[in-house]
């Protein structure tokens, strides 16, 4: 699986990110020279300690804001500070109120200028597949939080555009309904094979969704590590609790620890449990 | 649950029409009581007694008011609506004429008026530039404030999708807007009335206004009490018809509860 992935194009490129705030006299790094690839196809996953910068490399690469230095590439184009080129998951669902959820769901497509009456069968089809029907015409705060993340969850997907970046999707949930849309996510995912790029500060999630797990240091933030995570598709939620899985969790838990030591920062008290106050914390 | 509603609409309507009844009684009480004089205080039965007798020019008089009333706030709601729109867009106009539309409310409008009426003359126009004025102000703060109060995660998610300006305002601004502009609305509606009956006392041929000050020349207290009642009640009337619209217009759940990622219901 993963030699074929290798082979695959790539489409989403970062090289040499760099990124500070602040003023001249007085510059706060954030990024400092950040590379990594994700390919056609490939789920890739990004953690960190908390402020680590996940977010500023998402408005990057959603053109929000401009890199001081280095390169956004997404099929081989140079995308720097242009918008519109992803689809993308926030933290928290926002869908708008006042729209019905079917209406939410094509937003993407409707801000792109793709046909109405296509995106709308579009929806149907995927709205049933994330446990929606029967909810098109119900407004968002009727919803569950586990299916107002579905929806826009759905909403992302339909997007006319390949790369998916998602931005903890699932930090604001409770840990029950937060596997159960692990298990959900695996699921469409590998039916549908986009290229993804997930945040996460939760380290068993990155690791039974990611084929690749990029793991950030403390700002300013590099590339610490580069895993590939070596268990086949389709995956299964039991492989959590095979030998190798849990080793892995246990390497990467210690390097997340130590990592959160060396910045200085409160060390992370639990880094695979949830805990709604640490995840929702921009990061 | 038409039932229910019904229900909850009795219960919280019962304590206001009490107490207002209690204080009817009290002040016809208090009228015959203390044997008051009708011109200096007539009681609630000799008001409507007479409000019956002259209902046929008070309901021509309430009609004029009713009509200037409709025009002026209709136009000046929208000039509130575009003002708020203009200086929300350009932020540049906003910096340079927000401090402006602020002291524009320190001018009295009674002050105002009759300045009006000697530029305009005594038709129509002078009136609605007065209702205007005390019209536009709280639509065009509210509104802005709906503006500025938009959600950042979902403005946050529009930019990263690559939405344009137009875009984001028409799908997410203006409607994220709604509920704070029907809250200035629902301000300028009373408001509005305020206004006709005072470009009414400054100069008109008919109208509340005018038949309050032709009243109190003749010391007619008991119709300057009817045409007050006539006042509120279109006050109300209009406040209910902006929250009827308001129902019919914004859709969804209350604001706040998109993002909780709340219960199911």
């Given at each position: 699986?993963?030699?074929?992935?290798?082979?695959?194009?790539?489409?989403?490129?970062?090289?040499?990110?760099?990124?500070?705030?602040?003023?001249?006299?007085?510059?706060?790094?954030?990024?400092?020279?950040?590379?990594?690839?994700?390919?056609?196809?490939?789920?890739?996953?990004?953690?960190?300690?908390?402020?680590?910068?996940?977010?500023?490399?998402?408005?990057?690469?959603?053109?929000?804001?401009?890199?001081?230095?280095?390169?956004?590439?997404?099929?081989?184009?140079?995308?720097?500070?242009?918008?519109?080129?992803?689809?993308?998951?926030?933290?928290?669902?926002?869908?708008?109120?006042?729209?019905?959820?079917?209406?939410?769901?094509v937003?993407?497509?409707?801000?792109?200028?793709?046909p109405r009456r296509e995106s709308l069968d579009e929806a149907g089809r995927w709205?049933?597949?994330?446990?929606?029907?029967?909810?098109?015409?119900?407004?968002?705060?009727?919803?569950?939080?586990?299916?107002?993340?579905?929806?826009?969850?759905?909403?992302?997907?339909l997007?006319?555009?390949?790369?998916?970046?998602?931005?903890?999707?699932?930090?604001?949930?409770?840990?029950?309904?937060?596997?159960?849309?692990?298990?959900?996510?695996?699921?469409?995912?590998?039916?549908?094979?986009?290229?993804?790029?997930?945040?996460?500060?939760?380290?068993?999630?990155?690791?039974?969704?990611?084929?690749?797990?990029?793991?950030?240091?403390?700002?300013?933030?590099?590339?610490?590590?580069?895993?590939?995570?070596?268990?086949?598709?389709?995956?299964?939620?039991?492989?959590?609790?095979?030998?190798?899985?849990?080793?892995?969790?246990?390497?990467?838990?210690?390097?997340?620890?130590?990592?959160?030591?060396?910045?200085?920062?409160?060390?992370?008290?639990?880094?695979?449990?949830?805990?709604?106050?640490?995840?929702?914390?921009?990061? | 649950?038409?039932?229910?509603?019904?229900?909850?609409?009795?219960?919280?309507?019962?304590?206001?029409?009490?107490?207002?009844?209690?204080?009817?009684?009290?002040?016809?009480?208090?009228?015959?009581?203390?044997?008051?004089?009708?011109?200096?205080?007539?009681?609630?039965?000799?008001?409507?007694?007479?409000?019956?007798?002259?209902?046929?020019?008070?309901?021509?008089?309430?009609?004029?008011?009713?009509?200037?009333?409709?025009?002026?706030?209709?136009?000046?709601?929208?000039?509130?609506?575009?003002?708020?729109?203009?200086?929300?867009?350009?932020?540049?106009?906003?910096?340079?004429?927000?401090?402006?539309?602020?002291?524009?409310?320190?001018?009295?409008?009674?002050?105002?008026?009759?300045?009006?009426?000697?530029?305009?003359?005594?038709?129509?126009?002078?009136?609605?530039?007065?209702?205007?004025?005390?019209?536009?102000?709280?639509?065009?703060?509210?509104?802005?404030?709906?503006?500025?109060?938009?959600?950042?995660?979902?403005?946050?998610?529009?930019?990263?999708?690559?939405?344009?300006?137009?875009?984001?305002?028409?799908?997410?601004?203006?409607?994220?807007?709604?509920?704070?502009?029907?809250?200035?609305?629902?301000?300028?509606?009373?408001?509005?009335?305020?206004?006709?009956?005072?470009?009414?006392?400054?100069?008109?041929?008919?109208?509340?206004?005018?038949?309050?000050?032709?009243?109190?020349?003749?010391?007619?207290?008991?119709?300057?009490?009817?045409?007050?009642?006539?006042?509120?009640?279109?006050?109300?009337?209009?406040?209910?018809?902006?929250?009827?619209?308001?129902?019919?217009?914004?859709?969804?759940?209350?604001?706040?509860?998109?993002?909780?990622?709340?219960?199911?219901?």
């Amino acid at each position: 699986m993963n030699d074929t992935e290798k082979a695959a194009r790539v489409k989403l490129e970062l090289s040499g990110l760099r990124k500070s705030f602040g003023n001249k006299r007085k510059p706060l790094p954030v990024l400092g020279g950040v590379s990594l690839q994700v390919h056609e196809g490939e789920f890739v996953s990004l953690i960190g300690p908390s402020g680590s910068g996940k977010s500023t490399l998402f408005h990057l690469i959603g053109g929000l804001l401009k890199p001081d230095s280095g390169e956004i590439m997404l099929d081989g184009r140079v995308i720097n500070g242009e918008r519109g080129h992803i689809g993308y998951m926030p933290q928290q669902p926002a869908l708008f109120p006042w729209r019905t959820v079917e209406d939410n769901v094509v937003l993407d497509r409707e801000i792109n200028g793709a046909p109405r009456r296509e995106s709308l069968d579009e929806a149907g089809r995927w709205m049933e597949r994330a446990g929606l029907a029967g909810f098109e015409k119900a407004y968002p705060h009727t919803l569950s939080g586990g299916m107002q993340q579905r929806a826009a969850f759905v909403r992302s997907l339909l997007s006319p555009h390949d790369l998916m970046c998602l931005d903890e999707p699932f930090s604001a949930l409770d840990a029950f309904t937060r596997s159960e849309m692990q298990a959900w996510l695996l699921d469409i995912w590998e039916e549908t094979r986009r290229s993804v790029l997930f945040v996460t500060h939760h380290i068993e999630e990155a690791l039974l969704l990611s084929d690749t797990i990029y793991v950030l240091s403390g700002r300013p933030s590099e590339v610490l590590r580069r895993i590939e995570v070596p268990f086949p598709r389709p995956r299964r939620e039991e492989i959590t609790e095979t030998p190798e899985f849990l080793a892995l969790r246990r390497e990467l838990t210690n390097l997340m620890k130590e990592e959160q030591r060396k910045s200085g920062g409160t060390p992370i008290a639990r880094p695979n449990d949830f805990s709604p106050k640490e995840a929702n914390r921009p990061s | 649950m038409t039932r229910s509603t019904l229900n909850q609409w009795f219960r919280s309507a019962w304590p206001p029409f009490v107490a207002v009844l209690l204080f009817l009684t009290a002040w016809e009480a208090a009228v015959r009581f203390f044997g008051i004089e009708a011109w200096i205080l007539p009681s609630p039965s000799v008001i409507a007694r007479e409000a019956s007798n002259s209902a046929e020019s008070l309901w021509m008089h309430t009609l004029s008011t009713l009509q200037l009333t409709l025009i002026g706030f209709a136009i000046g709601s929208a000039f509130g609506l575009l003002v708020a729109c203009a200086l929300h867009l350009v932020p540049l106009l906003k910096s340079a004429l927000y401090p402006l539309l602020i002291l524009s409310q320190n001018v009295p409008t009674i002050a105002l008026a009759p300045l009006l009426m000697i530029w305009f003359g005594f038709g129509l126009l002078p009136k609605i530039i007065v209702i205007t004025l005390v019209c536009f102000f709280p639509v065009a703060v509210s509104t802005m404030d709906g503006f500025a109060q938009t959600d950042r995660t979902m403005l946050n998610y529009m930019r990263m999708i690559g939405a344009k300006r137009t875009q984001i305002f028409r799908k997410l601004e203006f409607p994220h807007a709604l509920p704070s502009m029907f809250s200035g609305l629902r301000i300028a509606a009373t408001y509005s009335v305020m206004g006709a009956v005072i470009a009414e006392w400054i100069g008109a041929q008919k109208g509340i206004g005018y038949y309050m000050i032709l009243q109190k020349s003749a010391f007619r207290t008991d119709r300057i009490f009817a045409a007050i009642v006539i006042v509120v009640a279109l006050s109300l009337l209009l406040f209910l018809l902006v929250t009827l619209i308001e129902r019919l217009v914004v859709r969804g759940g209350r604001r706040g509860e998109h993002s909780e990622g709340g219960e199911a219901r």
